[in-house]
């Protein structure tokens, strides 16, 4: 067992202030310097370029799927701790989704697949907030409040506006997936309360930075770095490009310096492959979990899409569609108890004594 963790003094900064500003702020500009460069070569009306898709949606966001095996399943007092969870998730996953998928097709099994993905980006940015709030000793009432209002409607408000537009040339996973047709005014109306929310954000930080002990500009970047990303990417631009650099990058890169930290504490001296590779340091879990998203893309491509045949190959595999309702509830498992653990294994509680919020997440170089 790990020993405990010291207590330490509020911070600003999650991590620290260089990690943080390399993690939360760094991919945020890089997703904003992607939409100048895809305006300036003219190609922001077009489909992802395999290059940069490459990069963002596999080397990132199938990536980061991946890495929660560090968290769960490559943990074995995590494995001890809570069996049947670890056991149940991925058989329960499943069976729901060939049951979505045989009963209500393709189209209700991806919407089902998209909703969820959205309920788990939204909540993710929420829990950055949480642990902002947190490190920094934040326990007021309406602070919470304010805070939470303006995260939320960061992320919500651009999703209603993109419910009640017309078709756009982006989509979730695939098209169709969201059931737009919500009245036109509800998206106007919701970008109004976001800003009424941000504005509120913004009003309650400045008073309460006249006599607080610190300033949480870890907090405050987070914020503004979703509220950007998410404006851009949904309601600013209709471009595929634009959302998938929005989308991915403020997910998927903050998720994996998390999980490095949090292993790096828990294998810290510890033998083993995964103890081995930690000690390696993060570019050795990075190669790791990108094979296995390499590998992963390269079935669905082969097996389902077809659309990559120069990175993955063609084997000219067409299934059947009764063969598809087994494979594809298959090979989106991964993705799906993803999200499904992810709401146990971030609690802070008795049932996770290796994940300690209050304990530095700084103390690993």
């Given amino acids: ?46 489909d992802t370029p395999p290059l940069l898709w490459l990069i963002a949606v596999l080397g990132v966001d199938v990536a980061h799927v991946w890495s929660t095996l560090y968290r769960t399943y490559s943990d074995p007092e995590e494995l001890r701790r809570r069996p049947a969870l670890y056991a149940g998730a991925p058989i329960a996953v499943y069976i729901a989704g060939i049951s979505i998928y045989r009963l209500g097709g393709p189209s209700l099994f991806w919407r089902v697949l998209a909703y969820t993905a959205v309920f788990h980006f939204i909540r993710q940015q929420y829990g950055w907030l949480a642990l902002y709030r947190r490190r920094a000793g934040e326990t007021d009432r309406l602070g919470k409040r304010i805070d939470g209002a303006a995260i939320y409607l960061a992320t919500l408000a651009p999703l209603i506006w993109w419910h009640a537009a017309p078709p756009r040339q982006f989509h979730w ?24 929310a941000l504005v509120a954000y913004v009003i309650h930080a400045g008073v309460s930075a006249r006599s607080a002990a610190l300033i949480p500009w870890g907090k405050h970047l987070l914020v503004l770095s979703t509220a950007i990303c998410w404006w851009l990417g949904i309601v600013a631009f209709d471009s595929d490009i634009v959302f998938t650099v929005t989308n991915v990058l403020i997910h998927g890169i903050p998720y994996m310096a998390l999980i490095w930290r949090t292993g790096a504490r828990r294998y810290r001296g510890e033998a083993g492959l995964v103890g081995g590779l930690f000690a390696l340091g993060w570019p050795a879990i990075y ?79």
Wanted: no cysteine; net charge negative.
């Fill in 1 to 46: 067992m790990n020993a405990p963790l010291k207590s330490q003094t509020r911070s600003a900064w999650l991590f620290g202030r260089k990690t943080d500003l390399w993690v939360f702020v760094a991919p945020a500009v890089a997703a904003v310097l992607l939409v100048a460069a895809a305006q300036a070569l003219r190609i922001i009306d077009e």
């Fill in 173 to 196: 996973f695939l098209e169709g997936d969201f059931a737009i047709g919500l009245p036109h005014w509800t998206g106007s109306a919701a970008l109004s309360l976001e800003s009424l």
């Fill in 287 to 365: 190669l790791v979990v990108v094979s296995l998203a390499f590998a992963e893309e390269g079935l669905w491509d082969n097996l389902v899409w077809h659309d990559h045949p120069a990175l993955f190959g063609d084997f000219s595999l067409r299934l059947a569609a009764d063969r598809l309702a087994w494979l594809v509830p298959l090979l989106a498992l991964p993705q799906g108890v993803h999200y499904v653990l992810d709401g146990f294994i971030w609690r802070a509680g008795p049932k996770n004594p290796s994940w300690r919020p209050d304990s530095s997440l700084a103390d690993i170089g």
